[in-house]
């Protein structure tokens, strides 16, 4: 089994549309670079016809190896199933609408190559073509993330990024159920260096990350890599005691000097406050609990069906 100098990981879910112009824009590029490659496309239970289309320009595309698996497992684990597949001496991740250009996977190599570094990070230096509740929620999305992790962590970097084997073995050996990369990679340490890039328009078909997947890319973030969250109950819990404290000392003067007047608007609000406050606190130890639970377990975050270059390999040792 040879190892091929560059690996590409192309996590896809219902991608049929995008499909032809990311083959017709990365073979060329790949195959006039002169090098040895291969390119897994990650088929995550897409529910369209990605995965015929992709066994289909599997024939015709012998550096095209296709990776599907049993049922939609989401974005993350649909990258570290092409991660933990790769054997490339560099692996870099790209997603398929063609938002992130793949001529910049060989300046990556370049870079990589040319200062020895384990890790090269997209950076999204123009996001125009976002719209502008995007780029504000992306803003303040890694401004938390610098800010509860350390500033290791790349400003709009996503998950377009080109690791060397020895970071890619490092990922491979962590225990994480549910990793967020644009956070693991930086944690390693490993030295990295940036390209930039403009962010261009989805090329064809739907964006695959709606709000709601944002927002829980964002808790999934926070919880993983900090227990600030859990700090938050703490200090609210101590801030609600302090402040009912003084009421209760002010309460109290006030029914010493006979100026009591009775009514329910305080006793109504404080109620409401530790409440709110409580049932915060529970929130926060229920979704620490949650991910305690789903890591105790140790399920499979993705299992794979088919696996197109174990199968050449299985029919190559039948014919020998």
């Known amino acids: ?20 112009l990311l083959i017709g824009r990365l073979r060329p590029l790949l195959d006039g670079a002169g090098l040895d490659y291969e390119v897994v496309a990650v088929d995550d239970g897409s529910a369209d016809a990605t995965a015929p289309m992709l066994l289909l320009a599997c024939r015709e595309w012998a550096q095209l190896r296709v990776v599907r ?61 976002d ?14 993330m610098r800010r509860l992790v350390g500033k290791k962590v790349p400003h709009n970097a996503g998950d377009f990024r080109l690791l060397s ?3 890619v073995e490092a990922l491979r050996a962590m225990p994480e159920r549910q990793p967020v990369y644009r956070l693991l990679v930086p ?8 390209v930039a890039y403009r962010r261009e328009a989805r090329a064809a078909g739907r964006t695959k990350y709606p709000l709601s997947k944002m927002v829980r890319l964002a808790v999934d973030s926070v919880t993983d890599f900090s227990a600030a969250p859990l700090r938050l ?34 006793l109504f609000t404080a109620i409401l406050f530790l409440g ?29 069906g088919y696996d197109s270059a174990e199968t050449a390999e299985q029919a190559a040792v039948g014919v020998r």
Not at 1 to 20: D, F, G, K, R
Not at 80 to 101: F, K, M, N, W
Not at 187 to 194: A, D, H, K, R, T
Not at 277 to 304: A, D, H
């Open 276 to 304: 709110g406050v409580q049932l915060l606190c529970l929130g926060l130890l229920g979704e620490y609990l949650g991910r305690v639970f789903v890591e105790v377990k140790g399920r499979p975050t993705y299992i794979v």
């Open 1 to 20: 089994m040879t190892t091929p100098a560059l690996s590409v990981v192309i996590p896809m879910y219902n991608e049929q549309e995008v499909l032809p």
């Open 131 to 144: 719209t502008a509740f995007k780029r504000h929620t992306a803003q303040v999305y890694y401004r938390l």
């Open 165 to 167: 084997r020895a970071a």
């Open 69 to 129: 698996l049993r049922r939609n497992s989401g974005h993350q684990a649909a990258l570290t199933a092409g991660l933990h597949r790769a054997r490339g001496e560099y692996v870099a991740s790209i997603d398929a609408d063609l938002q992130d250009p793949p001529e910049k996977i060989l300046e990556m190599l370049a870079l990589a190559r040319a200062e020895s570094l384990d890790i090269v990070y997209g950076v999204r230096d123009d996001r125009t073509t």
């Open 233 to 266: 109950a703490t200090w609210s819990g101590l801030a609600s005691f302090l402040l009912c404290f003084v009421l209760g000392c002010y309460s109290l003067a006030r029914f010493v000097v006979g100026a009591t007047v009775s009514g329910w608007t305080s």
């Open 187 to 194: 944690w390693l340490g490993f030295p990295s260096g940036e």
